[in-house]
Every structure is written in structure tokens, then in C-alpha cells.
């Protein structure tokens, strides 16, 4: 799969998605040459990863925003039946053996939510994932008041994790942000420290956007 030149300007990138808009999955992988998948289970990841070749992401699995030159970051934020996120939307990963020296102006969160490109997907079960439509993207920079949620949220959680008290940590706790286990299944496991300064082993962690949040966003874009 070849992705195509990276957008030059935002206005760029802005047009790639008015002509994405309306087409299905189907579409687009028939625009790219590639077959659609029978299903996701085995192929995680692979509507982002048509959408990001699609739109000319540059980042691949480098530590930038997808759109690197626009320090821009895409993320896929995919609908129910009744047009509403149907999930949390993961941003990064949680570094378990955090020192207390990172502030949230140099977080990686902040980093990754400074520019998002939101593209809406169908994800109906009953939906064929070949007859989903792509809905119309749009470019959402945080407002004062969300940011400062946003990094009340990442302070919090984080004193936990620095404090050794990552095991303890719910998906409950934040208003915007949360951190909720990555793996793919409870045997994967990464490296953290105790309360008592000791290294233990636990599953990986994430930091994603509450489903609220996320709806939020769309609500206010398409009032």
C-alpha cells in the first residue's frame, strides 16, 4: 500500500477530505488498490491505516503528528447507528516509569491534541465494512477551557503514576482523559514502579478521550 504526497497546507488537507467525504470504505480501497478485509478482528487498526495512506499521513511510527509538517494529528472517530462515537478514542501511550519531571506543556498528549484532523466512519456492526461511509472531517483545536480539563486530567492521573500507583488507576477517573489498559490481552505486560520504589511488571496503559468528550466535539462542529 503506497500513501500518497503529504498535503503541502492545511487548505490541502481540507480539500482531501471534502473529496473523501460521502465515499465508503469500499471506495477508497478501490482507489488505493486494495482489498477490503472480511472483517476487523484480525486487522485492527487497517480503516485508520487506509485513511491515513489515503489523506498522505507522512509520520508513519515516528514520535510526530501524523501530518508532520502541519503538525497535524489524525484520529478516525467512529460512529454507532445512531451517529454518536461509538468508543473512546485512544491518544497515546502511558509511560509507567515516569520520574514526576515531565509538565504538561511537553507531554506527548498535549502534543498529539494541539491539531486533530476528526474523520467520522460508520462503525455499525450490521454495516458491511466495505458499505461504511466516510463522514465530512474536520481540523479542532482545543479551546482555553477544554486544554485546561484537559491538563487538569493529566495532572491528576499522572501524580498517580509517578506516586507507584498505576494498578490502582480506573478508566473512571478523569473528565476528558482517561487511562485504560492498551494490550490487546491481559498477557502482554511493561515494565512499571511500586508506591515503594520497586519495579514490577503490568499491562500497558493508554490515554484516550471519554466517548463524552469526543461527542461533545461533533455536537458543537454539526449543530
Known amino acids: 500500500m503506497e500513501a500518497r504526497k503529504a498535503p503541502e497546507t492545511e487548505a490541502d488537507l481540507v480539500e482531501r477530505c471534502r473529496l473523501l467525504a460521502g465515499k465508503t470504505l469500499g471506495q477508497v480501497a478501490a482507489e488505493m488498490g486494495l482489498n ?3 472483517n476487523l478482528q484480525r ?3 487497517w480503516v485508520g491505516q487506509l485513511l491515513e495512506y489515503y489523506l498522505g499521513a507522512d509520520a508513519g511510527n515516528q514520535a510526530e503528528p501524523d501530518f508532520m509538517g502541519l503538525g497535524i494529528e ?8 445512531q451517529g454518536q462515537p461509538k468508543e473512546s478514542t485512544y491518544v497515546c501511550t502511558v509511560s509507567l516509569t515516569e520520574s514526576g519531571r515531565l509538565q504538561w506543556e511537553n507531554s506527548w498528549v498535549r502534543k498529539k491534541l494541539a491539531k486533530v484532523l ?4 460508520e462503525a455499525d456492526a450490521a454495516i458491511p465494512l466495505a458499505d461504511r461511509y466516510v463522514g465530512h472531517g474536520w481540523i479542532w483545536q482545543p479551546t482555553p477551557e477544554q486544554e485546561q480539563q484537559l ?4 495532572e491528576e492521573l499522572m501524580d498517580r503514576v509517578v506516586l507507584g500507583e498505576q494498578a490502582d488507576i480506573t478508566a473512571r477517573e478523569g473528565e476528558f482523559l482517561q487511562i ?6 491481559s498477557r502482554v505486560m511493561a515494565k512499571s514502579w511500586s508506591e515503594t520504589g520497586e519495579s514490577s511488571q503490568m499491562n500497558p496503559k493508554g490515554f484516550y478521550l471519554r466517548s463524552s468528550f469526543t461527542r461533545q466535539l461533533l455536537a458543537t462542529q454539526f449543530k
Open 151 to 154: 491538563q487538569h486530567d493529566w
Open 180 to 185: 485504560r489498559p492498551k494490550a490487546a490481552h
Open 118 to 121: 476528526w474523520l467520522p466512519v
Open 74 to 81: 489524525l484520529k478516525t472517530l467512529p460512529l454507532n447507528a
Open 36 to 38: 477490503v478485509p472480511g
Open 43 to 45: 486487522h485492527k487498526g
